[in-house]
């Protein structure tokens, strides 16, 4: 699986492998969510190492139009705005945002566009842009209908992990042979914003997300800061809108050495993560991102599960609840038994069994660091 594969960051500069004349044009459709963005970064980063001679376009969400920017391979990122335009589609439509899209898409002839989402919407964006298209076949795509809008079609067993079946993607559909290194996530950090200046080393929680299931329990997360400052670390905890915010500020309030992030955009996280001496996070796009990093990283994953789509890197655990229903892939928990925690699934996954492999993990990545030196 994956998970077990190395996976390392280029730091990169001047010395990136990336043709300065570039002789095609790619365009990348993948507009979320964060940790599938991450993803499709390791199949781009293939392509600028085996193929130097390409250049690319992203389409992307708003909101996360900040990450792609950092791929050096990456010349302009086209940001969409799916989650606002569904909420007010008549808006779209009157504002004139569909008309510059349309205008943008239109005004390059790409040598290939790649669907690397997969679903009907972004199948349409594809057909929108000028150029040869190419996504997944009928069995492999999320959503069969999108594989009629490609003109080219690649099948990818479905049991396959995100990571692998994108670069397998991108290998088939621009002509190179996916090389058989580790997955890497290439990053210009020249354009990182610097990381705010911290008093002590620290360890980010990543305790937010959608899904309520996904939730590890409050209290774990307040035990873990204590035990994690009786290591000598500090806490920092994002708290990105109301319902996150209330949860970090409990837990900042219950341990001394817990501090709350202030509001920082995307490229302020990655500098933020970076910089971290290690990351807890649920199953959400900043705990992948981590773990890209290269960063220590410990995944908790209760009602999902790792198999296809679970965290990779370098110095990082995935560790799976163990429970009679898990993962149940369910945003709403059905389990009506006896119980310590909520949600029940994370019960085996404590404070100090998470920190334990955290501790691990950091160690590991400070061997690893001596022996580069």
């Not at 970090?248 to 509001?263: D, N």
Request: charged share 20%.
């Amino acid at each position: 699986m994956l998970s077990s594969i190395p996976w390392h960051c280029f730091e990169t500069g001047l010395s990136t492998p990336v043709s300065a004349q570039p002789t095609r044009r790619v365009l990348i459709i993948k507009t979320s969510s964060l940790g599938d963005v991450v993803h499709t970064m390791t199949a781009l980063t293939d392509a600028a190492l085996e193929a130097p001679d390409i250049r690319f376009d992203w389409l992307v969400e708003e909101s996360l139009a900040d990450l792609p920017s950092l791929h050096p391979a990456v010349d302009k990122v086209m940001p969409v705005a799916f989650r606002r335009w569904h909420r007010q589609p008549l808006e779209f439509l009157r504002s004139g945002e569909y008309r510059n899209l349309r205008t943008a898409l239109g005004s390059i002839r790409y040598d290939a566009i790649i669907d690397a989402q997969g679903l009907l919407k972004s199948a349409l964006l594809s057909w929108l842009a000028q150029g040869t298209r190419y996504g997944l076949d009928w069995f492999s795509v999320r959503e069969p209908l999108a594989s009629l809008v490609y003109q080219r079609r690649v099948r990818i067993a479905k049991d396959t992990h995100a990571v692998l079946a994108l670069r397998q993607l991108f290998s088939a559909a621009l002509g190179y042979t996916m090389p058989g290194s580790a997955p890497a996530l290439m990053i210009d950090r020249t354009r990182l914003p610097p990381s705010p200046p911290a008093a002590c080393p620290y360890v980010v929680f990543v305790h937010g997300t959608q899904w309520p299931t996904k939730h590890w329990p409050e209290r774990y997360w307040i035990d873990l800061a204590h035990l994690v400052q009786g290591a000598g670390f500090t806490s920092w905890l994002p708290a990105h809108g109301e319902v996150e915010g209330h949860r970090a500020r409990r837990i900042a309030e219950s341990c001394s050495a817990a501090r709350i992030l202030p509001p920082s955009g995307l490229a302020e996280v990655v500098s933020i993560l970076a910089a971290a001496e290690g990351v807890v996070g649920v199953d959400t796009g900043l705990a992948h991102l981590s773990a890209a990093l290269g960063v220590p990283t410990v995944v908790l994953f209760g009602p999902t599960s790792p198999r296809r789509t679970g965290a990779v890197g370098h110095h990082h655990r995935n560790l799976s609840a163990t429970f009679t229903c898990a993962p149940c892939l369910r945003r709403q928990c059905r389990y009506d038994g006896p119980s310590q925690v909520t949600p029940a699934c994370f019960e085996n996954l404590s404070p100090s069994r998470v920190f334990t492999e955290l501790m691990y993990l950091m160690g590991e990545r400070t061997v690893a660091s001596g022996a580069v030196h």
